[in-house]
């Protein structure tokens, strides 16, 4: 199956800056997905990433709070942009081959 | 249409018992259903699926059971193990909801020893 590094493991921001969540894939995939997971709730879908596109977004996340970028097909970066405390949460990514592999997850605090 | 619903939010269990947890569906047209275990700090991780074409598919101690006709599939862990507490999810994906997939909103485990 296949592997993903996900950077960083975790971090502390101060409110009103932006902080890049880097996903390596081990092997070339299409679609790349990003979750996010409040604590103790479920996965929640933020949006779609295909290489050579613009992402999808779910409804209730926009491009200028979580711009992606995807520039290969083994690569992807989420930004949390201008955060509070309420993005104060866990940020995964995935791909989905027979099943969903995540990434270990980017544990994210605003203060 | 498109939610999952799980239960129990939380469930503790006796080492060497059997764990249960349920999940229903709406949408018909799914056509894939993964568990996912997650330990803290983790990224959850596929556990087993299956797929409507059939009722039961069992890996080692963990047993999905599929009802079609009622839209729900259920979890067992039998031999519960400490090592098995954890968050479970249960999700769905497949059909009109294409490649989504629709998590439920998980079960917390724990298994005394």
């Known amino acids: 199956s296949a592997v993903i590094s996900q950077k960083p493991s975790r971090d502390i921001c101060q409110r009103g800056t932006s902080l890049t969540i880097q996903c390596q894939v081990d092997?070339?995939?299409?679609?790349m997905f990003w979750y996010r997971q409040q604590p103790g709730q479920s996965l929640t879908l933020i949006a779609t990433a295909n290489q050579g596109s613009e992402a999808t977004y779910e409804s209730g996340f926009v491009i200028d709070k979580f711009p992606i970028s995807r520039p290969n097909l083994t690569f992807s970066t989420l930004t949390v942009s201008n955060m509070s405390p309420e993005d104060s949460s866990i940020y995964l990514c995935?791909?989905?081959?027979?099943?969903?592999?995540f990434g270990s997850g980017t544990r994210l605090t605003v203060v | 249409q498109q939610q999952v619903k799980q239960s129990p939010q939380s469930l503790i269990v006796q080492k060497g018992g059997i764990s249960i947890i349920n999940c229903a569906y709406e949408n018909t047209a799914f056509d894939y259903f993964p568990w996912y275990q997650q330990f803290p700090g983790k990224g959850p991780a596929l556990l087993i699926a299956i797929r409507p074409d059939v009722s039961e598919k069992k890996e080692g101690r963990f047993t999905i059971s599929f009802n079609k006709s009622a839209k729900q599939f259920s979890l067992h862990i039998m031999d519960s193990q400490p090592g098995d507490s954890a968050t479970y999810f249960c999700a769905a994906s497949g059909g009109t909801g294409g490649f989504k997939t629709i998590f439920g909103a998980g079960t917390r485990l724990f298994v005394k020893a």
């Open positions: 995935s791909i989905d081959r027979d099943g969903y592999t």
């Open positions: 092997s070339q995939v299409t679609m």
